[in-house]
């Protein structure tokens, strides 16, 4: 077999002998070569019979391959059987007389499956040389593997575990491998996997177990023009439920011939574009329109005749497309949408106004309905093998009934990616060779491209492709228009992996070439779709410079839609593309800092989105001080400090926008140094540092007011500075100025559906919730909330949420409120979000306290503190009260003093006259709890006063409460109060 070359899907298995070095010592040479000979003979005649390959010894050890000549979907369940027939035989078939204490002879095993490039072996090698991961970390296994065990990476044997006694799960890190192995040792066979023999030509699967979704759907649609109507329908499942298939048979339905429907979908996240299903839905009409255009194009559809839209995984929509989602809904009538989705993880599934229906797994009746289509003569057992193998998901029920089952075995992971993998492999090694070839070379074009593109980048003539037996195989389909799309982008992913490196470079430069030729259209920009194919093709052929050039363009406009995911995404890829091309000269360098500035635009507004980009700034700032540039060091200095900033790293933050500020100002660059005077008084205004930062942010905004241009667009610093300020002035119980800051900031913002409106509600509902205004609260976070779910950005829903919940569980006690303050806290820590978080693990501590979860406390106090020590204190106050009154009511009084001397020096440090009405409510709590009444008194009266000048008037409440719980004040007390009321 010449293998040169070939990459190639196996799953690998390595097995050693246990104890080899002691049986070394101990027996004779003759001997122990006949203790090796049979560990060779039981290893080689245990993997052919699981229809395997050795194609190394070495020493004590033996190296099998599963899935060549062509790979099966039950690969990584036969080498795992051949290993434990391995270790079954080995002792018995020792002939070799050995002393007790070496007997019996036992294996440690390793199993992995992955990716590998073969190429013809020699003596050296063995039969295969095996280049890839793969073997080094089925070796790896095998030397952790208990003896007598098979040690498997269990994303490679899939549910096929449930065959085999198993020990506990782990996470095993194994060196030189960044993630760890999810492993567990398999010890014994539990019971034969069923088999089948059958085949038949792939076609079309019948719908099965959803006509009660689709009715549902068809009469919530019809229902969408009454007032009472929900007008976007969510379709929510994991990949492979049935949800694209569900929006095809949405279009043949009797019941809704009079709607207009329009297909669109969202592409993954590394070739997507900005507003990609709203412009494939009008390319389909024959009717493109720019970006600008598509509100008035969808509109004027919907005036004509009730228009459906239907959109295929919305999990994939860049911001532009959800706004534009957005905007249509409020403002178009007679328009329903229905989107398919997978299940969000980072954030609530779907919005408030969208009616919901989330996608089960098939019955059994259901999956048989699907298994007959593909193997119609199949019993019983083997149906309920197959539904029970594949989880009811109909995508791999089709694929197990696809795969022809003439391997013998099957694959029972329904629903991991590496499973997957294996048995798309399996089905296209079924196929033509002529067949495969245009798989093949469709994958490297995408998820979705034109017909066109793929007969010229394949060397074919359009009209000789035979696209019926195409989507007869079940990879491809026509979707619209000219567009072809993979079925699954699960299967293009697998199928693009098994392409040869040489040979999808090579791909990816006809694709360029040829992508460049079409959209050759002479003083006519470049289409966003276009740019983005171009901007992913020259860079997965090498092509850097061009790739730089493509991705630049890309991502600006992106920006300019603010779809910052999008955005985000091409700015990285130019990065990466002019570090690859090289930065050998000054010219170089300033291009590539000056795209990182950019990509910083696109990160200030949720840094969790990018939580390791760090990296980025840093190294911008190193390339910018080699080219001697005092303009190009200070932008960079600030733009490292202003990431640090939106990272909760408030010193180094203020470090490097101090040495911004002052080579801007030696400058003379006016502009420049107003606004990093801006961001540097957030910054210290976010460390608590007001005094600092008043003067800092005033500045800023009357040099930025001075230069204002009529008709700018939206004034992001003034905005968030303004915010900013409105931040502090609440913290020291300024209610009113700040509303006024509040409001000027949303007047810069507008009607725009710029992120940087969200960024000034975070700060706004954080001084709602300080004043306890918690009807405008609700208003304000339902509103945020609205707006990150349009955009998917986790900053602001976090935010959104945890002011929410705290305001839910502060003023009625709501339990289901503390339960998403502390979601959104969680959504935060996972992904290292630090930004004036301080806030929300204090409210955390102050609520678990006060509900008796004293551990749940100690945890969030710890993360508070460790914010505190990087100068984030605003929650300290919340966090200090909650410690002292749990401290107190269990009667552990010692550390009460130290809790409020925290929360006073805090407070007097930021100057917060509202913190120090709230420790003073807190002694009056303690005085009663004690029973010093007269105190309680004083300070309960002392805080009413207080909180009544702030018109903090929900406090107020809270402190009258403790007065005339106690019954009122005494003349004595009445002297003391007078001392401590506010002048």
Request: proline content about 4%; overall charge neutral.
């Amino acid at each position: 077999m010449d293998a040169a070359g070939q990459r190639r899907h196996l799953t690998l298995l390595f097995m050693d002998l246990c104890a080899s070095s002691r049986l070394a010592e101990r027996l004779e040479a003759e001997q122990f070569a006949a203790v090796l000979a049979t560990l060779r003979r039981v290893c080689h005649d245990a993997v052919e019979r699981q229809r395997g390959r050795v194609v190394r010894t070495q020493g004590d050890g033996v190296l099998a391959i599963f899935g060549l000549p062509a790979p099966a979907e039950d690969d990584s369940f036969r080498a795992a059987s051949a290993a434990l027939e391995a270790q079954e035989e080995i002792d018995r078939a020792c002939r070799i007389p050995l002393p007790d204490d070496l007997r019996p002879l036992q294996l440690h095993s390793g199993l992995h499956g992955g990716v590998v490039l073969l190429a013809d072996g020699d003596i050296e090698r063995g039969r295969f040389d095996i280049v890839g991961d793969a073997p080094h970390t089925a070796a790896r296994l095998s030397q952790f593997a208990p003896a007598g065990a098979v040690l498997a990476d269990l994303d490679s044997l899939g549910s096929h575990a449930k065959h085999f006694v198993t020990g506990a799960q782990t996470q095993l890190s194994l060196p030189g491998r960044a993630a760890p192995v999810r492993a567990a040792a398999i010890t014994s066979r539990v019971a034969a996997a069923p088999r089948l023999d059958a085949a038949v030509r792939p076609g079309l699967t019948p719908l099965a177990g959803r006509a009660d979704v689709l009715m549902a759907l068809a009469t919530t649609i019809s229902g969408s023009a009454r007032a009472s109507g929900r007008r976007r329908i969510d379709l929510i499942g994991p990949p492979g439920v049935g949800k694209s298939r569900l929006l095809d048979e949405l279009s043949a339905l009797p019941q809704l011939a009079g709607w207009k429907m329009l297909r669109g979908h969202c592409a993954d996240q590394s070739r997507s574009r900005a507003l990609h299903p709203f412009a494939e839905m009008l390319e389909g009409l024959g009717v493109p329109a720019a970006p600008d255009d598509l509100y008035e194009r969808l509109r004027d559809t919907a005036a004509k005749s009730p228009l459906l839209l239907l959109i295929d995984d919305w999990q994939w929509a860049d911001d532009a497309s959800r706004q534009l989602l957005a905007r249509v809904l409020q403002d178009v009538e007679g328009l329903c949408v229905v989107l398919a989705l997978r299940p969000l993880q980072d954030a609530p599934e779907g919005v408030d106004a969208a009616a919901s229906f989330v996608l089960s797994p098939l019955d059994e009746l259901a999956s048989s309905q699907i298994v007959e289509r593909w193997l119609p003569a199949a019993d019983p057992y083997t149906v309920a093998a197959i539904h029970r193998q594949a989880g009811g998901v109909p995508l791999f029920v089709e694929e197990l009934a696809q795969s022809r089952l003439a391997r013998r075995g099957l694959l029972r992971d329904a629903d991991h990616p590496g499973w997957l993998t294996q048995l798309v492999a399996s089905r296209l090694s079924l196929l033509s060779l002529e067949q495969q070839e245009v798989i093949r070379t469709a994958a490297v074009l995408g998820s979705a491209f034109p017909r066109r593109l793929l007969a010229t980048v394949g060397g074919w003539r359009e009209r000789d492709l035979d696209w019926a037996a195409l989507a007869e195989g079940d990879f491809l389909f026509a979707a619209s228009g000219e567009e072809v799309r993979f079925k699954h982008g699960l299967t293009r992913d697998a199928v693009y992996e098994s392409v040869a490196l040489h040979e999808r470079r090579a791909l990816h430069r006809r694709a360029t070439r040829a992508l460049a030729a079409l959209d050759a259209a002479p003083a006519a920009p470049a289409a966003p779709a276009t740019l983005e194919a171009l901007a992913y093709h020259a860079k997965a052929a090498g092509l850097w410079g061009e790739a730089a050039d493509y991705a630049e363009s890309a991502a600006r406009q992106a920006l300019s839609a603010f779809a910052m995911d999008v955005a985000r995404r091409h700015y990285q890829s130019a990065l990466d593309a002019l570090e690859r091309a090289g930065l050998g000269d000054a010219a170089a360098v300033r291009r590539w800092c000056l795209l990182a500035h950019e990509l910083g635009l696109t990160c200030i507004f949720d840094p969790l989105a990018l939580p390791d980009v760090l990296p980025t700034f840093e190294r911008c700032l190193e390339q910018a001080r080699t080219t001697g540039d005092g303009d190009l060091v200070a932008r960079s200095a600030y733009w490292l400090g202003h990431i640090c900033f939106g990272l909760g790293l408030s010193r180094r933050a203020a470090t490097h926008l101090r040495e911004a500020l002052r080579i801007a100002t030696d400058a003379d660059n006016g502009r420049l140094a107003a606004q990093i005077q801006a961001t540097l008084g957030q910054a210290l205004a976010a460390a608590g540092d007001y005094a600092a930062a008043l003067p800092l942010m005033d500045s800023a905004l009357a040099a930025k007011q001075r230069g204002a241009r009529k008709g700018s667009s939206v004034a992001v610093g003034s905005a968030f500075t303004l915010a900013s300020k409105g931040g502090l002035l609440g913290d020291r119980g300024d209610f009113v100025e700040a509303q006024a800051q509040f409001d000027d900031a949303m007047a810069l913002a507008g009607d725009s559906t710029h992120p940087i409106a969200n960024s000034i509600r975070s700060w706004w509902m954080v001084v709602l919730v300080w004043q306890g205004r918690w009807d405008e609260l609700a208003e304000v976070s339902a509103e945020s909330a609205r707006r990150a779910h349009a955009t998917q950005a986790l900053l602001p829903l976090a935010i959104s949420r945890a002011c929410e919940g705290y305001g839910r569980w502060a003023s009625s006690g709501d339990e289901a409120g503390l339960s998403t303050l502390a979601a959104a806290v969680e959504w935060l820590q996972q992904r290292r979000g630090r930004f004036m978080t301080s806030i929300y693990h204090g409210w955390l501590v102050e609520a678990l306290a006060m509900t008796g979860d004293a551990a749940g406390a100690r945890r969030q106090a710890a993360a508070l503190f460790a914010r505190a020590r990087q100068l984030d204190t605003f929650g300290i106050g919340n966090g200090c009260r909650a410690l002292a009154l749990a401290s107190a009511a269990s009667g552990f009084h010692g550390p009460i003093a130290r809790w409020m001397a925290y929360a006073d020096r805090w407070a007097a440090e930021r100057g917060s006259r509202r913190e120090a009405a709230l420790n003073a409510l807190c002694r009056g709590r303690l005085a009663r709890l004690r029973g010093d009444h007269s105190e309680a008194l004083v300070q309960g009266a002392a805080a009413a006063y207080a909180f009544g000048a702030m018109d903090m008037s929900w406090h107020a409440k809270s402190a009258r409460a403790l007065v005339e719980g106690i019954g009122g004040l005494d003349a004595s007390s009445n002297r003391r109060l007078r001392g401590l009321r506010p002048q």
